[in-house]
């Protein structure tokens, strides 16, 4: 069974900064990762999906990493703005399922201004 | 207009009563997908629905009854539910169910008394 897990469940951290999310998870056999953000009270919104064959993906401030191999992720958000301020989710689909999103618990983020 | 929309976004019943959420995508999806968020756990997977046909049924139970009657809309029928089936109910479409990115609607908040 897939297990995602994301550290740190929350962060806190001042404007301006560049902060890194982690994902993990315990089975390689991936179809694709995606990065979600949940405002609050709000539904998900897809910010990056990488497939399993590459490496990482890009848009605007942010950038994901992905390590099959190791079952890693991680999301790096630049220059972090108040605005930024939700719950980021990580979620992989099984190569068995094709379709099954596997979600971790999310990081709850707060960026101070 | 959002792309998948859920109604209605809030929701208060009791034990007994019987309900129904609705959701429907204006993005020509394939595929659509219920989701429930409960406090401090992960996503579940519910249903999902292929071309009006069920794909999945990840061991939900009975009192949760979903319906596709066309491929742009998804209900979920909620007959005598318990006090912990109180969660943020997700839909979700894809444009095929394999390996596919997904577009979340806002949610219903669902109550249980």
């Known amino acids: 069974k897939q297990e995602v897990t994301q550290i740190p469940a929350a962060l806190s951290v001042p404007e301006g900064e560049n902060l890194v999310l982690n994902c993990s998870f315990t089975d390689s056999a991936i179809y694709n990762l995606q990065w979600f953000r949940q405002d609050p009270g709000k539904g998900l919104t897809s910010l990056l999906l990488i497939q399993s064959s590459q490496r990482e993906q890009t848009s605007g401030r942010l950038n994901a990493s992905l390590d099959k191999s190791s079952g890693r992720s991680t999301l790096y958000i630049a220059a972090s703005q108040p605005g930024d301020s939700a719950t980021y989710l990580c979620?992989?689909?099984?190569?068995?399922?094709?379709?099954?999103?596997?979600f971790g618990k999310g990081t709850s983020l707060l960026v101070t201004p | 207009e959002t792309g998948v929309t859920q109604t209605p976004r809030h929701l208060v019943m009791g034990m007994t009563n019987k309900k129904s959420l609705k959701c429907e995508q204006h993005?020509?999806?394939?595929?659509m997908y219920w989701y429930k968020q409960s406090a401090k756990k992960p996503l579940e997977l519910m249903f999902v629905y292929s071309l009006e046909e069920r794909v999945e049924n990840n061991s939900v139970p009975s009192r949760f009854s979903p319906e596709c009657p066309n491929s742009s809309h998804l209900f979920l029928h909620l007959h005598t539910l318990q006090p912990e089936d109180s969660a943020l109910y997700l839909c979700a479409s894809s444009p095929g169910y394999s390996n596919q990115p997904q577009h979340f609607g806002d949610g219903t908040r669902l109550s249980i008394l």
């Open positions: 979620a992989v689909i099984n190569s068995n399922s094709g379709y099954a999103l596997n």
């Open positions: 993005l020509g999806h394939n595929a």
